[in-house]
């Protein structure tokens, strides 16, 4: 058995590096959404924000966008979202508290999660969302 070990340790390397870049992005991205917060608090307003997407003449928070995955919920939470048939971001965010407590082996500690990652994004739990784009979830992710 011959066993290339440089090439084993630059791909743990590089995966180790991407790792931190993407908790690097992270970061940033929960600090430019807490500054936005903090400015509309303000009355100050961001057309260009990269945290928004403009779509056929609307504003959408970029977030709902996304696959649930991107908040990197525990296996517990994701298999529940998952047997509620909650796939994105923008689905997640018009369910109520009660919605996701009915869900069976979905509790407080699932449900303060997801609140707590959600706030970071600028969204909520029980939103109502009129005319989203769906048919452009695949084309913005």
Same mark, same amino acid.
């Given at each position: 058995?011959?066993?290339?070990?440089?090439?084993?340790?630059?791909?743990?390397?590089?995966?180790?590096?991407?790792?931190? #870049?993407?908790?690097?992005?992270?970061?940033?991205?929960?600090?430019?959404?807490?500054?936005?917060?903090?400015?509309?608090?303000?009355?100050?307003?961001?057309?260009?924000?990269?945290? &928004?997407?403009?779509?056929?003449?609307?504003?959408?928070?970029?977030?709902?966008?996304?696959? $649930?995955? #991107?908040?990197?919920?525990? &296996?517990?939470?994701?298999?529940?979202?998952?047997?509620?048939?909650?796939?994105?971001?923008?689905? #997640?965010?018009? %369910?109520?508290?009660?919605?996701?407590?009915?869900? %069976?082996?979905?509790?407080?500690?699932?449900?303060?999660?997801? %609140?707590? $990652?959600?706030?970071?994004?600028?969204?909520?739990?029980?939103?109502?969302?009129?005319?989203?784009? &769906?048919?452009? $979830?695949? %084309?913005?992710?």
């Amino acid at each position: 058995m011959n066993i290339d070990y440089k090439h084993r340790l630059a791909h743990v390397e590089t995966e180790h590096r991407l790792a931190q #870049l993407e908790w690097q992005l992270r970061q940033l991205t929960e600090r430019v959404s807490h500054l936005e917060r903090v400015a509309r608090s303000r009355g100050w307003t961001f057309p260009h924000s990269p945290l &928004v997407h403009t779509l056929e003449g609307e504003q959408w928070n970029k977030h709902l966008f996304h696959r $649930v995955e #991107l908040l990197e919920p525990s &296996v517990r939470t994701g298999n529940c979202l998952k047997i509620n048939s909650i796939y994105y971001i923008y689905q #997640l965010v018009q %369910k109520t508290e009660q919605d996701l407590l009915k869900s %069976k082996n979905f509790g407080r500690k699932s449900l303060n999660e997801i %609140k707590d $990652v959600l706030a970071g994004m600028n969204l909520s739990l029980g939103m109502t969302i009129k005319d989203f784009p &769906v048919h452009l $979830v695949h %084309k913005c992710t």
